[in-house]
C-alpha cells in the first residue's frame, strides 16, 4: 500500500510517495529526492556509507523506513554547507583525504556530527566508525586533527 508523507531535507519540505512503506530512507533520499551524494555500502548499519545526520546525529539511512523521519532535520552531504565549505569539506581537500571517494559522504557527515557534539581535532577520529575500503584511515585522521 503507497505511502505519501513530507520530510525535511537540508531544510527543505519534501513531500514524497514511496510504493513500499518499509523503503528505507537512503532510497527515498537518493531515487524520490534525487540527492545521490549518500551512498549504498552494507546495507547493515555497518559502513556508514549511507549516513546523513538526523537531528543532528549521524544515522544510517539504509535500514529504517523513511516515514520514520517525519519531523526530523536531515542533513544530507549536499546541506552541509552551500559551497563545500564547512569546515571538515575544507579538511578534507587541504588532506588530499579521498581516493575512490565512495565513502566519504559518509565519512563527512561523521566529522561532522562529532563536531557538532563538541568534539575537536584528534578526539574527532574515535566518533568516527565509518569502513573505507580505499583505507584513507590514516589521512582521515590527518584532517580531523586540524578541526
Ligand atoms: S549502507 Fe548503511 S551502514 Fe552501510
Ligand atoms: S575512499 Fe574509497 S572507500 Fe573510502
Given at each position: 500500500m503507497a505511502a505519501t508523507f513530507t520530510l525535511n531535507v537540508n531544510g527543505q519540505n519534501h513531500?514524497?510517495?514511496v510504493n513500499n512503506p518499509a523503503m528505507p530512507l537512503l532510497w527515498v533520499i537518493r531515487d524520490l529526492i534525487g540527492l545521490t551524494g549518500t551512498k549504498y555500502g552494507c546495507g547493515?548499519?555497518?559502513?556508514?556509507?549511507?549516513?546523513?545526520?538526523?537531528?543532528n546525529v549521524p544515522t544510517n539511512t539504509c535500514l529504517e523506513a523513511a516515514e520514520s523521519f517525519v519531523g526530523k532535520?536531515?542533513?544530507?552531504?549536499e546541506g552541509l554547507s552551500p559551497n563545500s565549505s564547512?569546515?571538515?569539506q575544507l579538511a578534507w581537500i587541504a588532506n588530499q583525504v579521498p581516493q575512490c571517494g565512495?565513502?566519504?559522504s559518509g565519512q563527512l557527515i561523521s566529522t561532522a556530527g562529532a563536531m557538532l557534539a563538541g568534539y575537536h581535532g584528534a578526539a574527532i577520529?574515535?566518533?568516527?566508525q565509518n569502513v573505507c575500503?580505499?583505507?584513507t584511515y590514516p589521512r582521515i585522521l590527518q584532517a580531523v586533527e586540524t578541526l
Open positions: 513531500t514524497v510517495t547493515q548499519n555497518r559502513c556508514g556509507a549511507c549516513y546523513v545526520l538526523v537531528d532535520n536531515i542533513v544530507t552531504i564547512h569546515p571538515a565512495y565513502c566519504q577520529a574515535p566518533q568516527i575500503i580505499c583505507g
